[in-house]
């Protein structure tokens, strides 16, 4: 499970501290070429305002658009005290050139009209005529308190000190707002770094990334247009990913409604009868109507005006080419849809996506022949339909479900699509959505068939890219995907495992720990050594300092006998509080359960959460300096970020050194279906050097002893042909099994329809005769304990032991 989220830092204290506001230097953070707090008002829903809710508008003065997620936006009383402290609206999407972006907060009980459809949403009560708003790089809280502070903290994009505020730019705050009036920075969005002359005082003006405004006090709405405009829908879309037109306001654009979505963001499709005979050029286009249900329905002929926008829905992602505040006229109602357009193994290219050296695609001339992305994009808002095709990804908690349209495209042996190489991208997998509430998406498992046609519109959303948003369902047919139990070691076989249990903690329900313990006592039979992922404190993401997990550990091993395993042992070393990432407040942490009646644990003291384990030669041959130990948890490799755990078990009176890892998450990469191509992995460094502290603890347990026998298993979060992997395999000190197994069965989690190697089992040289198995009882199913699969290796010891 990969999570990103960040812990708050209390701040105490009895003495508020006087503050001269005449007496601070002024924060001067770099003027801002890129996002900037457009508009900031703390009087929404006081007596007298007319709107119900304060916000922060933010806009982008730059020429290409800003990724706000990982951003957010944070708020400081005026004068602060020392017990304030900075509350945090987290951000998502992207803000388009030029484009604004909402986050809405606290409403109060007066005032009578809705802000737009937000872009983000907070709660925080920002105080009408004085406080300050920073747009931050992060969303763990800032802690600075005065202007001096501020200005030297380098998280801080742009900051906005209004009323009597202490904490501003330049030589003064922003006017003083009130229930009727906010700050709002001047439409050229100069940033001088000086509150006091960037920002002036007005009636609240809120926008959203869609161009929406809130209708406050403004002239009624046009009515809608009643005669064809010039511009037609494949005119809007154009031969690019961006629209020629954009920012462009057009009018009476005709076309028919093929799709009407009603929750979420709400609008409708249309597409043009009369098509151009340019296959690069979309006939269909969505209309966003923000906050208002669509007041049309399948089969209406329409006429809409509105203004072309380019909406990227989350960072990395492509853009979807719009109509936002739309005034639409219905001419007639009940025509014929266009015939849809078929998706097949014979009409969808082989490639994937041409490559731009990792810039912006979105300029790029589109060929639809070439690439799967640009047939795609060719089609945005398009009728399609694709029939009889198999289940890659099982349905989600989201109600979603992956399929291929290519059934021989790299297919596993239990029905999914294997993601083997950065190449392999799989360019027959969609997502598909239904825009039908009597027609839900079945719960499916990886296999499965949605046989029959599928139709509906093709539309593009920032997890999973391109997917049909389905007016009509094809038939499921249950292709009976059974759980897989792996057999039992021999008494001559020493077993062991990891399974990743995904945040597990005392206070999840039983039934989570009784098909996690299920898992281990029936699936895998039952191993000698598991070694654990995602075990969190006792308190899960309570964030009070706990970083024990022993009732954790307790539920879960009498769950295992409970289902009929062994009573296990375990040994883990607790983190630091909030020092290994995850989620806030649950201390997540990697652990060994073991089988005394199979194996013995080696305990020899000093490990804990700052010393690192060394090997240590003897006569004998190789030993841990501690154990448990952690692997150099000091290096910046393991800064926020789960660190190994290394024990030293006893098998028929031979050693084994197994060493649990969880390396960092893909948290922050762009996505395949990135405007940026090729997509930058950045998450791949911190891994790459992660790889290398274990690769180089190994090489120094076998330059002691080349003989040691050496297990590395967990979750490493990236794939066996990565970067990572060579560094972590470099002077062949480990072996990953899975590349042992045939290419069809090398994959242990499922995302995004393709079926991927995220867990790994790697051996030292010395282990020569093994028996290596992917179980297979969590990823293809939509009811999963886990998003992972455990994996399970069985060494007979008179086949490695020298």
């Known amino acids: 499970m990969q999570i990103s989220r960040s812990g708050s830092v209390l701040l105490t204290g009895a003495v508020a501290v006087a503050l001269a506001v005449t007496a601070l230097p002024a924060a001067q953070a770099a003027p801002s070429a890129t996002a900037v707090i457009s508009e900031v008002y703390g009087g929404g829903g006081n007596s007298g305002a007319t709107l119900t809710r304060d916000f922060v508008e933010l806009a982008n003065a730059g020429s290409t658009p800003f990724e706000a997620g990982g951003f957010s936006v944070q708020y400081l009383p005026g004068a602060p005290s020392a017990g304030s402290q900075w509350q945090v609206s987290a ?37 009408a005529g004085s406080g300050t708003v920073a747009l931050v790089s992060g969303t763990t809280p800032l802690t600075c308190k005065t202007a001096a502070d501020c200005a030297a903290e380098p998280r801080i994009v742009d900051l906005v000190g209004y009323g009597s505020a202490v904490v501003r730019e330049g030589s003064g705050p922003a006017p003083t707002p009130s229930a009727t009036a906010s700050v709002h920075r001047a439409a050229s969005l100069a940033d001088t770094d000086d509150n006091a002359a960037d920002f002036s005082a007005g009636a609240p003006t809120p926008v959203n990334a869609a161009g929406e405004t809130s209708g406050g006090g403004q002239e009624p709405e046009e009515p809608g247009p009643t005669e064809p405009g010039t511009v037609r829908i494949h005119d809007i879309q154009g031969t690019t990913r961006v629209s020629p037109l954009d920012g462009t306001a057009v ?66 992602t492509q853009s979807i080419t719009q109509l936002t505040a739309p005034r639409t006229t219905v001419l007639s109602s009940g025509n014929a849809l266009p ?78 699509t294997l993601y083997a190489s950065y190449t392999d991208q799989n360019t027959g997998r969609l997502k598909v959505m239904s825009l039908d ?25 920032s997890y999973g890219g391109y997917n049909v948003q389905a007016t009509e369902l094809g038939t499921l047919v249950d292709k009976k995907l059974r759980r897989e139990v792996t057999r039992k070691q021999k008494k001559d076989e020493l077993a062991v495992a990891t399974y990743n249990v995904e945040n597990l903690d005392a206070a999840d329900p039983q039934d989570k720990f009784d098909t996690l313990a299920e898992g281990v006592a029936k699936n895998l039979s039952s191993p000698d050594i598991v070694s654990l992922e995602e ?111 290394v024990g030293e078990f006893t098998f028929r009176g031979k050693p084994v050194f197994v060493i649990g890892n969880h390396f960092g998450s893909k948290g922050g990469d762009q996505p395949l279906h990135s405007r940026f191509q090729e997509p930058n992995r950045s998450s791949e460094t911190k891994r790459i050097q ?44 480990l072996k990953p099994l899975i590349r042992t197994l045939p290419s069809s069965e090398r994959y242990s989690y499922v995302f995004d329809g393709n079926s991927q190697t995220l867990d790994h089992v790697l051996t030292s040289p010395a282990i020569r005769r093994f028996d290596y198995d992917v179980v297979h009882i969590n990823a293809e199913f939509a009811d999963q304990a886990s998003d992972h699969d455990p994996q399970v290796v069985r060494v007979k010891v008179d086949g490695f032991w020298f």
Not at 106 to 119: K, M
Not at 451 to 457: I, L
Not at 626 to 642: M, Q
């Open 535 to 645: 075990i969190q404190d006792d308190n899960g993401p309570v964030n009070d300092g706990t970083v024990g997990s022993e009732a954790t550990l307790k539920r879960f091993t009498d769950a295992i006998v409970a289902k009929g395993g062994p009573r296990y042992a375990w040994r883990y070393i607790a983190p630091e509080n909030n020092k290994d990432g995850g989620e806030p407040g649950g201390n997540i942490r990697n652990v060994f359960l073991y089988n005394p009646q199979r194996v013995s644990f080696a305990d020899r003291p000093g490990g804990d959460a700052t010393t690192p384990v060394t090997a240590v030669k003897t006569w004998k041959g190789v030993k841990l300096s501690a154990s448990p130990g952690r692997i150099n948890p000091a290096s910046p490799a393991w800064e926020a970020s789960r660190k190994p755990l």
């Open 690 to 733: 992660q790889a290398a502290e274990v690769n180089a603890f190994v090489t120094s347990l076998l330059k002691a002893d080349k003989s040691a026998q050496v297990v590395a298993l967990g979750d490493f979060n990236d794939f066996e042909f990565s970067p990572t992997f060579t560094a972590l395999t470099k002077g062949k000190v």
């Open 339 to 416: 015939a849809p357009v078929v998706l097949d193994a014979r009409s969808v290219p082989g490639r994937y996506v041409p490559s731009a050296g990792g810039g912006a695609i979105d300029a790029l001339p589109l060929e639809p022949k070439r690439y799967a992305l640009d047939l795609y994009e060719s089609l945005e808002g398009v009728r399609v339909k694709i029939a009889d095709t198999r289940v890659t990804g099982a349905t989600t908690a989201y109600d979603e479900i992956w399929v291929t349209v290519k059934p021989k495209e790299n297919p596993t042996r239990r029905g999914g």
């Open 251 to 316: 009018t009476g654009v005709p076309g028919t409604v093929t799709g009407v979505r009603a929750t979420g963001s709400r609008g409708f499709w249309i597409q043009d009868t009369a098509p151009d005979k340019d296959a690069r050029t979309s006939e269909g286009l969505f209309v966003y109507t923000g906050s208002t249900a669509p007041a049309v329905k399948v089969g209406d002929a329409v006429l809409v005006s509105g203004k072309v926008a380019e909406y990227y829905p989350g960072t990395g």
């Open 91 to 127: 951000l998502t999407g992207a803000i388009a050139p030029g484009g604004r972006y909402l986050v809405a907060q606290a409403a109060g009980t007066g005032g009578t009209v809705a802000l737009p459809t937000p872009d983000a949403t907070g709660t925080i009560a920002m105080a």
């Open 437 to 461: 509430p009597a027609q839900p998406i079945p719960t499916a498992n990886v296999g499965d068939v949605l046989k029959g046609r599928t139709t509906g519109v093709l539309d593009y959303a």
